[in-house]
């Protein structure tokens, strides 16, 4: 049920069955000719009232809430209850409630999942429902289905394994995907692959809620993930399928395997790249080095890292280095140091940045046979440096030092979130390079004192690029998901940066821009799509009015009963 355009809902409802459909409900501003219709007098208070004051009310007792968690119950029960008022409070009050419904609340929210669970949302397919999906996929309530964000709840943010609790993130990305871009909100849906969890603390739990076996893995855990990709694409074949908080281990090989299937991408992996190679090329504008004289430095060389990586090696060599000079360009620390070529367990995303030895011969190490980031920030004298480790406070103060000793504006984004698992904390950063640093964070963090002045910290979040892309490849039923689509992405939202007109701004936009961010993205992203015929024929000046057409604003629509069949 697409509804940019829809003001008028006809509904065999009435009642509590109507009040109860948190898609249909009004609450007290249902019309007193509704209430008539509806059977609805004597079920709500007699005042009738409207969306702006309804959100006056939500938000008014939002603010008297004193913990993060008890305010992400509030709001998931509201969405539960009331979707339109819900979204009509998220986008209207974006920056201060997105922290709640997505990092750093969101972890909270999964690791009390079970304690929290009101009313069911999404599906959770357990693994003993294999040969069921497409029959659970085939209620009716699901035929307008255009996005649906997976995860299977082993890697969620920094926190690890959280079983069933890992569907927190499903629900709030697609929440983010309504708030930002407008997806109408039955044209979503959250799904949890149940394959079990080795985290002992909820399987001995008795309140969790979850399928309480050892994860699955191997050639099991394998053909229950193709059985669910079969049947997706079975029912909805134009579909995005947006991967999210799969291990390091899974990742990257199902986005490998499935990626030219359908239209599919990893956000851990792609949608990080993409605002993580926005915002290092918004700060070019800052620290005037430009892209091809970058010196990349990457604390943690997981699926988001090299992700980063791999995504700005494509835009240096558009940039006009060789592949060859572009990878050299990159110095990724992880578990056992920098990676380097003949290290033992190189994964096969690590390997095309594995430094030569003999390029590094020459160094003076602080420890034998291991290269630290210490090491590399002393040697290669980084320009940018990024974290991607799940490690608090990893960016030292002798480190950081040292980096702006060489550098004179040195760009630093510990990008690990949530909040306490961050790399470096900003106004830590400041201190340390003088006042120089350039900084994005992925957690949010309040603003810093520069130069006397408070100024915003910008967060590199996914939700800068992630619901613009999805709404691009919907619009134009994209069959897939180039990499080219995401550097278009990033470049998008480095022409919106703040900082290309004054250098002293911000990196990023504020969020509440992100409705306009969302739709610029997705516009340059569906254009690509078209440009590499990854689309039906599409005609340029269609695009636009695809991408406008899908983008819900949340308000009340009139309703007409309708007889039962």
Request: glycine content about 8%; proline content about 6%; charged content about 20%.
């Amino acid at each position: 049920m697409s509804a940019k355009t829809q003001r008028m809902i006809e509904t065999a409802r009435s009642g509590y069955e109507l009040l109860n459909d948190p898609l249909l409900n009004k609450g007290t501003a249902f019309t007193d000719a509704e209430r008539d219709t509806f059977n609805l007098h004597g079920l709500l208070p007699p005042y009738v009232t409207n969306l702006d004051l309804q959100v006056a009310r939500r938000l008014e007792a939002f603010r008297t809430i004193a913990g993060d968690l008890d305010k992400y119950v509030f709001l998931r029960g509201t969405q539960d209850t009331n979707e339109t008022l819900f979204y009509a409070l998220l986008a209207r009050h974006i920056e201060e409630m997105m922290p709640i419904v997505y990092t750093p609340t969101v972890g909270l929210g999964c690791q009390q999942f079970s304690r929290i669970f009101r009313k069911p949302r999404g599906l959770f397919l357990s693994f003993p429902l294999k040969d069921r999906i497409a029959d659970i996929f085939s209620n009716p309530r699901f035929d307008g289905v255009q996005a649906i964000v997976v995860s299977d709840g082993e890697r969620i943010l920094g926190l690890g394994d959280q079983g069933a609790g890992g569907m927190g993130i499903p629900i709030g990305k697609l929440s983010l995907y309504t708030a930002c871009a407008g997806l109408y909100p039955s044209t979503t849906l959250p799904i949890l692959l149940d394959v079990g969890t080795d985290n002992r603390e909820l399987l001995d739990d008795p309140l969790y809620i979850g399928w309480r076996h050892e994860r699955v893995r191997g050639a099991a855990y394998d053909d229950f993930v193709a059985a669910f990709v079969a049947a997706v694409q079975a029912r909805w074949p134009h579909v995005l399928l947006h991967w999210e908080d799969f291990a390091i281990g899974n990742a990257n090989r199902l986005l490998a395997q499935y990626r030219d299937q359908l239209c599919s991408f990893n956000d851990d992996i792609q949608g990080t790249a993409a605002i993580a190679v926005g915002t290092i090329l918004s700060a070019i504008n800052v620290t005037g080095v430009p892209l091809t004289e970058q010196r990349i430095a990457v604390l943690g060389a997981g699926s988001a890292g090299t992700g980063i990586c791999a995504l700005l090696l494509r835009a240096m060599i558009d940039a006009g280095l060789s592949e060859r000079a572009a990878r050299e360009q990159f110095y990724l620390v992880d578990r056992d140091g920098l990676l380097v070529e003949g290290m033992n367990g190189l994964q096969p995303f690590q390997a095309p940045f594995a430094q030569d030895r003999q390029r590094i011969a020459g160094w003076m190490l602080s420890a034998p046979n291991r290269i630290d980031l210490a090491d590399v920030v002393a040697h290669a004298h980084p320009t940018v440096l990024i974290g991607a480790s799940g490690q608090a406070n990893a960016f030292t103060e002798p480190v950081v030092r040292a980096m702006a000793a060489h550098v004179q504006r040195p760009a630093i984004f510990p990008l690990s979130n949530p909040t306490p698992r961050s790399e470096a904390i900003p106004q830590d950063l400041i201190h340390w390079t003088d006042g120089r640093a350039v900084i994005g964070t992925g957690s949010p963090f309040p603003p810093v004192s520069r130069e006397g002045k408070p100024f915003r910290i910008d967060q590199t979040n996914n939700a800068y690029v992630y619901p613009g892309i999805g709404l691009g490849a919907i619009a134009v039923e994209a069959r897939r998901i180039s990499d080219r689509m995401f550097l278009t992405a990033a470049r998008t939202i480095a022409d919106m940066s703040p900082a290309k007109r004054d250098s002293r701004a911000n990196l990023l936009p504020p969020l509440t821009e992100l409705r306009t961010v969302s739709e610029h993205v997705a516009i340059a992203v569906a254009t690509e799509a078209v440009r590499e015929g990854l689309t039906a024929p599409v005609t340029e000046g269609d695009i636009a009015a695809a991408v406008k057409s899908l983008m819900w604003e949340p308000a009340y629509a009139t309703y007409r009963r309708r007889a039962r069949q």
